[in-house]
């Protein structure tokens, strides 16, 4: 018996009054661990309670400590009737279980109903003494560390990269079994929280088995998400990227620069940009004919896409597809054009035979030893210096499938197939691309029904293997450095054959290196390794799509989605390349493109961050050619919209500050296929005033982007291209972890989670309609978020998450999720802030003599403090955005708030500050519903509270583990399902993230030694009164 | 296309004081939208009106989420819900209990029931403030009168304590309280003129003074245990006051009295001849009014007998406030210097708090 878990029940505060007579309530708590359940006392009449119980102990397996969450009941007891549920908390106990993270919980919980939400709140202690278990064969995976965070967290060393861990576990869903019918909406949303707690507590123990038997010890970059099949059940998945990761003992050692990436930028400015490419393969249903429960096979023909009639619906060459689809001519740079028949023939051989030996492979030898071979992903999208090569290009693999009942949860064989099977795709591509390696790789679902479009997209790398091997000596990294110093744009050098290439594509010399061939443009899915010089600013790049589908039941269905998603896919493509060019910039970083399944249309959003890299060569303008050239008032439109189109480069040029330096023919050499001819040979680095003409004269080159307006499509395309608005002055925003180009981030950081869903008039429902709707709805959401941020600008709006679902058939839901970061327009305004800085430090020292007193004399109220995590936290001092000038008044005595302040943010790092400890991962589920809809404020302020709520549960548990922020913070799933006749409404919500400590930068050097200021620190100054 | 559901949720919930500001006014939201675009918002920040009225809704949204605990400031700091700094908390309780001069005019030292709530329509349209914020303001007054009403000790600290408002903001609301408690008419014609400050700082006078709290410790008598310290006038004090009477009963006190006054002052003021031949007539006016206090009825009309025996005599004689304060200074002094005169403390516990009262109501 390896594990005694023991929790304490201390109180209880702001219960809701269960006994109208009296306005009291009588309050008991069970406690309950697997099978063992334990109650306290009942404290009569009150909404205070002070339990004080004992110790309650747990005598456990490790494995249910992995697997179980620690349920926590807060009863209203009743002598004459059945007691009354007030809530409940789910605690994971998983952070007790390594060393180095949390030794305690402790703190006060949001008593949380599904019904009624958060109602009241108790204070809990949970420890766990864990016992050494020398069983080999043992089911637990106690002491590997899991981060959501997808780069090497930042107080550790990466010793090894072992790779890909994949793991998924399904089960019948609560909601849809026959007992649901009975019981009421409360008992079945608990069932189901409880549930998927179950399963995502079994299937991280399951991943750490893999880690541990890959000889790792942490899981980075870990990714869990639920797929809601419906009646065919529920399935839970995680990806992740295992390493052996070393703790970086001494915080000396390691300097604080390293958790601003900004300052690292700063430092080392010299370095490369990435390569290019794009690639995506669709997979139709038919192609999984290997024992799933599919469907019988059907055959899908689309002929102009298909690659030599092979069974799958391979959209090799964006360019080569528009020639027949969408008249769109001319070179798509890196994406290739041309006749990707010639190398077709060849280049599917050879895929197959890849396919093949991996499939043989696969089967031969048990798959559990042969993973890291198999699949050499790796959900990174940061990496240690030196670690990334060649970068080579975007990959995606897209399958259609049609969900059939999960008859054996113990054998979740079909979905681990059809996901095997989106990676095999995934590898070959990568082979393609001439990498043996896939970074920033991530999966996704939708799914509408019975059908169910798998993702899977990553991008193709070619790695130093240094990393990945056992047995890395010490330093390597730090040769490996010096070797990589001569060619530090190298990431973009092309890792393919040249004469060879997968696709054709338009290469140059570097522009830094001037000896290696680089892409005209490259995609990627990952952050912009810190060290890539970048001219100028980055900027979100969104291209977004609707396509009408008709309403079809099973094969039909799946059939007409594969049909459609290779066009969708071509066009967001089109888009994204355009509005890159649009923005004059030659790169795209964490390329993330969702294709969400309706019942009547499918929805595609690409977001990205455009960025000019300086050993690209500079993209071409956009050219509008009519096909009518000889009509006169015609040709006078194109040339006002050739005109708008130039001035709008030329505006984000300047917008963005682009303005690379001018490099010369001769300089970069002539062996160049299809030369460019550049007639800016004037070496002007310095006048910038000559910038806008030679802007112009540049646009006119061969080489610029033509799109040819033939229909009323390609127009629209090219309005829809002008509509979008650039954002506010003073406001910047990109989906990448940090904005390329600013690199004086201030501490101030905003969270916000923004949702909206909008009713489509159902009334002859055209694509144009339908992608004006849609582009309007997402243009305007970005407005409101400008507006609503509007004093904190100068700030950059960062890891900008779209996600879009079809709840319905006329509704489309967006949710957004990003940081708002503030950072200094210039250095100068940097200097003239320290000495506020520095008052508001000698204030918050001189409160603290006052506080440590009081503080002694909260804790009366409040359970203790125990553990010492706590206290050494410094806590964030009021953010500083328009308070107003308030003058401190007198404080009243019970003015001491025990809430510290927990940061949340989807980044890996906190501007201005050092994470010291990582304390476990969050990752929670939780499912609102409601009766009384028009009574909780409609479906706006129903989901307004429940995300309200979250945040406060996320914070709550985080604050418990002694932690004072969340990092990589995703909502990964926000499901909003609404019944307005019946005045209902259910909402699912799961969001993960990492609770660590931080300490602000200012408080390590002024404070140094001393412990920081104390927890309760701006709590008990918050009473203080003002006017 | 039509919004079905539109929020922003921030980790740190947003205040923008502007929005707060109508919403406490009491405007609906497409008022508030369009007082909001009249403010010429738009063309500072490029923003649409649909982004205008989307911003207002989320922020109407977190306010009605947030009154909830605005009715019980210390669940504001506790909650786990919203996370506000505390400098922002501070402002949202302080304007939240704010209210307009106007307003509480119209209904200080009126009974804070249902029945006056009634009035909140008259009120609202007199003073043209939103009938919402009217109820918002009203619902304040009796709420903090409720919970410090039970308390001991001082007002202004259970006040603050409870309801963790400014200094200033707590004083007013202890006045607030003070008036309702004891029902002091202040709204009769003549008293018009005078402002809440007025009567503000005439209440903590008397809270400091006149109330059991005043005399520093609970009294031994356990009926009185039943009063309330600060809110209760001290019956003993207003028992007591009756026997200032012999100061106008006794005539030769009262000559006495007038030629001590009239002797000091000669020569230093304006007013010598009017106040010489008034001097009776305030004296009578003054002590009565204190005579009287053991009936509620004349406690009520306290400002009222002010302001009809004193001020006015006073002012339709143009006393300057200087030659007032002369007179008050020497009136309450003399005192002392009467013989027979057996109740100094008494006097000057009545006189001292009169002073000071009558200096501020006397104005225009």
Same mark, same amino acid.
């Given at each position: 018996?390896?594990?005694?878990?023991?929790?304490?029940?201390?109180?209880?505060?702001?219960?809701?009054?269960?006994?109208?007579?009296?306005? &009291?309530?009588?309050?008991?708590?069970?406690?309950?661990?697997?099978?063992?359940?334990?109650?306290?006392?009942?404290?009569?009449?009150?909404?205070?309670?002070?339990?004080? #119980?004992?110790?309650?102990?747990?005598?456990?397996?490790? @494995?249910?400590?992995?697997?179980?969450?620690?349920?926590?009941?807060?009863?209203?007891?009743?002598?004459?009737?059945?007691?009354?549920?007030?809530?409940?908390?789910?605690?994971?106990?998983?952070?007790?279980?390594?060393?180095?993270?949390?030794?305690?919980?402790?703190?006060?919980?949001?008593?949380?109903?599904?019904?009624?939400?958060?109602?009241?709140?108790?204070?809990?202690?949970?420890?766990?003494?864990?016992?050494?278990?020398?069983?080999?064969?043992?089911?637990?995976?106690?002491?590997?560390?899991?981060?959501?965070?997808?780069?090497?967290?930042?107080?550790?060393?990466?010793?090894?990269?072992?790779?890909?861990?994949?793991?998924?576990?399904?089960?019948?869903?609560?909601?849809?079994?026959?007992?649901?019918? /009975?019981?009421?909406?409360?008992?079945?949303?608990?069932?189901?929280?409880?549930?998927?707690?179950?399963?995502?507590?079994?299937?991280?123990?399951?991943?750490?088995?893999?880690?541990?038997?890959?000889?790792?010890?942490?899981?980075?970059?870990?990714?869990?998400?639920?797929?809601?099949?419906?009646?065919?059940?529920?399935?839970?998945?995680?990806?992740?990227?295992?390493?052996?990761?070393?703790?970086?003992?001494?915080?000396?050692?390691?300097?604080?620069?390293?958790?601003?990436?900004?300052?690292?930028?700063?430092?080392?400015?010299?370095?490369?940009?990435?390569?290019?490419?794009?690639?995506?393969?669709?997979?139709?249903?038919?192609?999984?004919?290997?024992?799933?429960?599919?469907?019988?096979?059907?055959?899908?023909?689309?002929?102009?896409?298909?690659?030599?009639?092979?069974?799958?619906?391979?959209?090799?060459?964006?360019?080569?597809?528009?020639?027949?689809?969408?008249?769109?001519?001319?070179?798509?740079?890196?994406?290739?054009?041309?006749?990707?028949?010639?190398?077709?023939?060849?280049?599917?051989?050879?895929?197959?035979?890849?396919?093949?030996?991996?499939?043989?492979?696969?089967?031969?030898?048990?798959?559990?030893?042969?993973?890291?071979?198999?699949?050499?992903?790796?959900?990174?999208?940061?990496?240690?210096?030196?670690?990334?090569?060649?970068?080579?290009?975007?990959?995606?693999?897209?399958?259609?499938?049609?969900?059939?009942?999960?008859?054996?949860?113990?054998?979740?064989?079909?979905?681990?197939?059809?996901?095997?099977?989106?990676?095999?795709?995934?590898?070959?591509?990568?082979?393609?691309?001439?990498?043996?390696?896939?970074?920033?790789?991530?999966?996704?679902?939708?799914?509408?029904?019975?059908?169910?479009?798998?993702?899977?997209?990553?991008?193709?790398?070619?790695?130093?293997?240094?990393?990945?091997?056992?047995?890395?000596?010490?330093?390597?990294?730090?040769?490996?450095?010096?070797?990589?110093?001569?060619?530090?744009?190298?990431?973009?050098?092309?890792?393919?054959?040249?004469?060879?290439?997968?696709?054709?594509?338009?290469? *140059?010399?570097?522009?830094?290196?001037?000896?290696?061939?680089?892409?005209?443009?490259?995609?990627?899915?990952?952050?912009?390794?810190?060290?890539?010089?970048?001219?100028?600013?980055?900027?979100?790049?969104?291209?977004?799509?609707?396509?009408?589908?008709?309403?079809?039941?099973?094969?039909?269905?799946?059939?007409? /989605?594969?049909?459609?998603?290779?066009?969708?896919?071509?066009?967001?493509?089109?888009?994204?390349?355009?509005?890159?060019?649009?923005?004059?910039?030659?790169?795209?970083?964490?390329?993330?493109?969702?294709?969400?399944?309706?019942?009547?249309?499918?929805?595609?959003?690409?977001?990205?961050?455009?960025?000019?890299?300086?050993?690209?060569?500079?993209?071409?303008?956009?050219? /509008?050619?009519?096909?009518?050239?000889?009509?006169?008032?015609?040709?006078?439109?194109?040339?006002?919209?050739?005109?708008?189109?130039?001035?709008?480069?030329?505006?984000?040029?300047?917008?963005?500050? /682009?303005?690379?330096?001018?490099?010369?023919?001769?300089?970069?050499?002539?062996?160049?296929?299809?030369?460019?001819?550049?007639?800016?040979? &004037?070496? #002007?680095?310095?006048?910038?005033?000559?910038?806008?003409?030679?802007?112009?004269?540049?646009?006119?080159?061969?080489?610029?982007?033509?799109?040819?307006?033939?229909?009323?499509?390609?127009?629209?395309?090219?309005? =829809?291209?002008?509509?979008?608005?650039?954002?506010?002055?003073?406001?910047? =925003?990109?989906?990448? @972890?940090?904005?390329?180009?600013?690199? %004086?981030?201030?501490?101030?950081?905003?969270?916000?989670?923004?949702?909206?869903?909008?009713?489509?008039? #159902?009334?002859?429902?055209? %694509?144009?309609?339908?992608?004006?709707?849609?582009?309007?709805?997402?243009?305007?959401?970005?407005?409101?978020?400008?507006?609503?941020?509007?004093?904190?600008?100068?700030?950059?709006?960062?890891?900008?998450?779209?996600?879009?679902?079809?709840?319905?058939?006329?509704?489309?839901?967006?949710?957004?999720?990003?940081?708002?970061?503030?950072?200094?327009?210039?250095?100068?305004?940097?200097?003239?802030?320290?000495?506020?800085?520095?008052?508001?430090?000698?204030?918050?020292?001189?409160?603290?003599?006052?506080?440590?007193?009081?503080?002694?004399?909260?804790?009366?109220?409040?359970?203790?403090?125990?553990?010492?995590?706590?206290?050494?936290?410094?806590?964030?001092?009021?953010?500083?955005?328009?308070?107003?000038?308030?003058?401190?008044?007198?404080?009243?005595?019970?003015?001491? =708030?025990?809430?510290?302040?927990?940061?949340?943010?989807?980044?890996?790092?906190?501007?201005?500050?050092?994470?010291?400890?990582?304390?476990?991962?969050?990752?929670?589920?939780?499912?609102?519903? *409601?009766?009384?809809?028009?009574?909780?404020?409609?479906?706006?302020?129903?989901?307004?509270?429940?995300?309200?709520?979250?945040?406060?549960?996320?914070?709550?548990?985080?604050?418990?583990?002694?932690?004072?922020?969340?990092?990589?913070?995703?909502?990964?799933?926000?499901?909003?399902?609404?019944?307005?006749?019946?005045?209902?409404?259910?909402?699912?919500?799961?969001?993960?993230?990492?609770?660590?400590?931080?300490?602000?930068?200012?408080?390590?050097?002024?404070?140094?030694?001393?412990?920081?200021?104390?927890?309760?620190?701006?709590?008990?100054?918050?009473?203080?009164?003002?006017? | 296309?039509?919004?079905?559901?539109?929020?922003? +949720?921030?980790?740190?919930?947003?205040?923008?004081?502007?929005?707060?500001?109508?919403?406490?006014?009491?405007?609906?939201?497409?008022?508030?939208?369009?007082?909001?675009?009249?403010?010429?918002?738009?063309?500072?920040?490029?923003?649409?009106?649909?982004?205008?009225?989307?911003?207002?809704?989320?922020?109407?949204?977190?306010?009605?989420?947030?009154?909830?605990?605005?009715?019980?400031?210390?669940?504001?700091?506790?909650?786990?819900?919203?996370?506000?700094?505390?400098?922002?908390?501070?402002?949202?309780?302080?304007?939240?209990?704010?209210?307009?001069?106007?307003?509480?005019?119209?209904?200080?030292?009126?009974?804070?029931?249902?029945?006056?709530?009634?009035?909140?329509?008259?009120?609202?349209?007199?003073?043209?403030?939103?009938?919402?914020?009217?109820?918002?303001?009203?619902?304040?007054?009796?709420?903090?009168?409720?919970?410090?009403?039970?308390?001991?000790?001082?007002?202004?600290?259970?006040?603050?304590?409870?309801?963790?408002?400014?200094?200033?903001?707590?004083?007013?609301?202890?006045?607030?309280?003070?008036?309702?408690?004891?029902?002091?008419?202040?709204?009769?014609?003549?008293?018009? !003129?005078? $402002?809440?400050?007025?009567?503000?700082?005439?209440?903590?006078?008397?809270?400091?003074?006149?109330?059991?709290?005043?005399?520093?410790?609970?009294?031994?008598?356990?009926?009185?245990?039943?009063?309330?310290?600060?809110?209760?006038?001290?019956?003993?004090?207003?028992?007591?006051?009756?026997?200032?009477?012999?100061?106008?009963?006794?005539?030769?006190?009262?000559?006495?009295?007038?030629?001590?006054?009239?002797?000091?002052?000669?020569?230093?003021?304006?007013?010598?001849?009017?106040?010489?031949?008034?001097?009776?007539?305030? $004296?009578?006016?003054?002590?009565?009014?204190?005579?009287?206090?053991?009936?509620?009825?004349?406690?009520?009309?306290?400002? +009222?007998?002010?302001?009809?025996?004193?001020?006015?005599?006073?002012?339709?004689?143009?006393?300057?406030? $200087?030659?007032?304060?002369?007179?008050?200074?020497? !009136?309450?002094?003399?005192?002392?210097?009467?013989?027979?005169?057996?109740?100094?403390?008494?006097?000057?516990? !009545?006189?001292?708090?009169?002073?000071?009262?009558?200096?501020?109501?006397?104005?225009?």
């Amino acid at each position: 018996m390896p594990g005694k878990l023991k929790v304490k029940i201390v109180a209880g505060r702001h219960l809701p009054v269960m006994d109208r007579a009296s306005d &009291l309530t009588d309050a008991f708590v069970e406690v309950k661990f697997g099978n063992t359940t334990f109650k306290t006392d009942v404290y009569l009449k009150s909404l205070n309670p002070q339990w004080n #119980s004992e110790w309650f102990k747990f005598e456990v397996d490790d @494995e249910d400590l992995q697997d179980e969450p620690l349920q926590i009941t807060v009863l209203d007891h009743d002598t004459y009737s059945a007691n009354d549920a007030i809530g409940k908390v789910y605690i994971d106990i998983d952070p007790l279980l390594y060393s180095e993270a949390a030794t305690v919980i402790s703190g006060w919980f949001p008593i949380y109903d599904t019904i009624h939400g958060i109602r009241g709140e108790i204070n809990v202690v949970v420890k766990v003494d864990l016992f050494n278990d020398l069983n080999r064969f043992r089911q637990s995976s106690c002491g590997v560390k899991f981060f959501c965070t997808t780069s090497i967290p930042k107080c550790y060393r990466a010793v090894i990269i072992h790779g890909f861990v994949e793991e998924l576990v399904v089960n019948e869903d609560p909601e849809y079994q026959w007992i649901d019918r /009975i019981r009421t909406p409360r008992a079945s949303n608990e069932a189901r929280q409880r549930l998927i707690s179950l399963m995502s507590g079994e299937l991280q123990r399951k991943i750490g088995l893999k880690v541990l038997e890959m000889r790792g010890n942490a899981v980075v970059g870990y990714l869990q998400c639920f797929d809601l099949e419906g009646e065919s059940g529920l399935v839970v998945r995680a990806i992740g990227t295992a390493c052996t990761l070393d703790k970086l003992s001494s915080p000396a050692a390691f300097l604080p620069a390293c958790n601003s990436p900004s300052k690292e930028m700063k430092e080392s400015p010299l370095v490369h940009p990435p390569s290019h490419g794009c690639r995506s393969t669709h997979n139709s249903p038919i192609h999984t004919a290997t024992g799933s429960r599919l469907t019988q096979n059907f055959s899908v023909s689309v002929p102009t896409l298909i690659y030599t009639g092979t069974r799958l619906l391979r959209l090799q060459s964006w360019g080569d597809a528009g020639h027949g689809q969408s008249g769109c001519r001319g070179r798509q740079a890196g994406m290739g054009s041309g006749s990707a028949g010639k190398e077709g023939g060849p280049f599917k051989a050879l895929l197959r035979q890849q396919t093949q030996s991996a499939l043989e492979q696969r089967g031969g030898s048990p798959h559990r030893f042969c993973r890291r071979r198999e699949f050499p992903f790796f959900t990174l999208t940061a990496f240690p210096p030196g670690f990334l090569v060649h970068v080579g290009g975007v990959v995606s693999a897209r399958s259609v499938k049609l969900l059939d009942r999960i008859h054996n949860p113990d054998e979740p064989e079909t979905r681990d197939a059809w996901w095997a099977e989106i990676r095999q795709e995934i590898k070959s591509h990568a082979k393609a691309l001439g990498c043996h390696a896939v970074v920033g790789y991530s999966e996704s679902t939708s799914i509408c029904e019975e059908v169910c479009i798998l993702s899977a997209s990553g991008t193709a790398a070619v790695l130093n293997p240094r990393f990945l091997q056992d047995g890395t000596v010490e330093g390597c990294l730090e040769q490996r450095l010096e070797e990589n110093l001569p060619t530090r744009c190298g990431f973009c050098h092309i890792p393919y054959d040249e004469l060879n290439m997968p696709f054709p594509a338009h290469l *140059t010399y570097c522009y830094n290196c001037r000896k290696q061939k680089v892409p005209d443009v490259l995609f990627t899915t990952i952050d912009l390794p810190t060290d890539a010089t970048v001219i100028g600013k980055g900027c979100l790049i969104q291209a977004r799509l609707c396509r009408l589908k008709k309403k079809a039941q099973a094969e039909a269905n799946a059939t007409a /989605i594969s049909n459609l998603l290779p066009f969708m896919e071509y066009e967001v493509h089109t888009q994204l390349m355009n509005k890159l060019k649009l923005k004059g910039m030659n790169a795209l970083f964490g390329l993330r493109i969702q294709i969400t399944v309706g019942e009547n249309m499918l929805m595609g959003l690409a977001s990205a961050t455009g960025v000019y890299l300086a050993a690209l060569p500079t993209p071409g303008g956009i050219q /509008i050619a009519g096909k009518t050239p000889n009509d006169g008032s015609y040709e006078q439109h194109i040339s006002h919209m050739q005109k708008k189109i130039n001035d709008t480069i030329a505006k984000n040029k300047e917008l963005y500050e /682009i303005n690379p330096p001018e490099i010369s023919e001769e300089i970069i050499g002539s062996p160049i296929p299809e030369p460019r001819q550049r007639s800016r040979l &004037l070496r #002007s680095q310095s006048e910038s005033s000559d910038e806008v003409t030679e802007l112009d004269l540049s646009h006119g080159k061969k080489d610029a982007f033509v799109l040819e307006i033939d229909d009323t499509d390609a127009m629209e395309d090219v309005h =829809s291209l002008l509509t979008d608005v650039p954002p506010p002055s003073g406001f910047y =925003s990109c989906n990448t @972890e940090i904005m390329p180009g600013i690199n %004086n981030w201030t501490s101030e950081i905003q969270m916000f989670t923004s949702v909206r869903v909008i009713r489509l008039s #159902s009334l002859n429902l055209t %694509n144009q309609a339908l992608n004006k709707n849609f582009n309007d709805l997402c243009e305007n959401l970005l407005k409101s978020l400008y507006f609503k941020l509007r004093s904190m600008i100068p700030c950059c709006l960062c890891h900008v998450n779209f996600t879009v679902s079809l709840p319905e058939d006329e509704l489309i839901q967006v949710t957004v999720t990003a940081v708002a970061i503030t950072f200094d327009k210039n250095q100068a305004l940097q200097t003239t802030k320290t000495p506020v800085e520095k008052s508001l430090q000698r204030a918050s020292t001189d409160n603290e003599e006052l506080l440590q007193f009081p503080l002694e004399l909260c804790s009366d109220s409040l359970p203790s403090h125990p553990f010492p995590p706590a206290k050494a936290v410094t806590v964030e001092k009021a953010s500083p955005v328009g308070d107003g000038n308030f003058r401190n008044r007198s404080a009243p005595p019970c003015a001491n =708030s025990t809430v510290g302040v927990v940061k949340m943010t989807p980044l890996s790092f906190i501007p201005g500050a050092k994470i010291t400890k990582y304390l476990g991962i969050i990752n929670m589920f939780f499912i609102r519903e *409601t009766t009384s809809l028009r009574e909780e404020g409609g479906v706006s302020g129903f989901l307004h509270a429940f995300i309200a709520e979250v945040f406060a549960m996320v914070r709550a548990h985080v604050a418990a583990l002694g932690g004072n922020a969340v990092v990589s913070y995703i909502m990964k799933q926000c499901v909003f399902m609404e019944n307005p006749n019946k005045n209902q409404a259910q909402c699912l919500i799961n969001v993960s993230g990492d609770a660590v400590v931080f300490v602000r930068e200012s408080d390590l050097e002024v404070v140094s030694s001393q412990q920081p200021t104390i927890n309760c620190q701006s709590s008990c100054t918050e009473g203080e009164v003002t006017t | 296309m039509t919004s079905e559901l539109d929020i922003f +949720v921030g980790n740190t919930t947003l205040i923008d004081e502007d929005v707060y500001r109508l919403w406490l006014d009491g405007y609906s939201v497409t008022d508030a939208v369009a007082l909001r675009v009249r403010s010429g918002i738009l063309e500072q920040t490029g923003a649409t009106a649909a982004v205008l009225q989307s911003d207002t809704m989320d922020h109407y949204r977190t306010f009605h989420m947030l009154e909830r605990l605005l009715h019980a400031p210390p669940k504001l700091l506790h909650q786990l819900i919203f996370q506000i700094p505390p400098s922002r908390q501070a402002l949202l309780i302080e304007r939240y209990y704010a209210f307009d001069e106007a307003f509480v005019r119209e209904v200080l030292g009126k009974k804070l029931s249902k029945g006056t709530k009634k009035d909140l329509d008259d009120i609202s349209t007199k003073t043209g403030i939103t009938l919402k914020s009217c109820r918002r303001q009203f619902d304040n007054f009796k709420r903090v009168f409720k919970v410090v009403e039970e308390m001991r000790g001082s007002l202004v600290d259970n006040i603050q304590q409870h309801f963790l408002l400014s200094d200033r903001l707590a004083r007013d609301y202890a006045a607030i309280v003070f008036f309702a408690n004891n029902r002091f008419e202040t709204g009769k014609k003549k008293l018009q !003129y005078l $402002s809440f400050g007025d009567f503000a700082f005439c209440a903590e006078l008397m809270i400091q003074n006149w109330t059991l709290g005043a005399v520093g410790e609970a009294p031994t008598d356990p009926d009185s245990q039943m009063d309330d310290m600060d809110m209760d006038l001290d019956k003993e004090f207003l028992q007591d006051l009756k026997e200032l009477k012999v100061l106008v009963a006794d005539k030769d006190l009262l000559d006495l009295h007038k030629s001590l006054v009239c002797t000091a002052l000669r020569g230093k003021l304006g007013v010598f001849s009017e106040m010489e031949a008034n001097f009776k007539n305030l $004296s009578r006016g003054l002590v009565n009014v204190a005579t009287k206090l053991t009936h509620n009825k004349d406690v009520r009309d306290l400002f +009222v007998d002010l302001v009809e025996k004193f001020v006015e005599p006073c002012r339709s004689d143009h006393w300057p406030l $200087s030659d007032v304060r002369f007179f008050l200074n020497q !009136y309450s002094a003399s005192v002392h210097s009467l013989d027979g005169f057996r109740h100094q403390a008494l006097w000057d516990r !009545y006189m001292g708090t009169l002073r000071g009262c009558l200096l501020r109501l006397y104005h225009d």
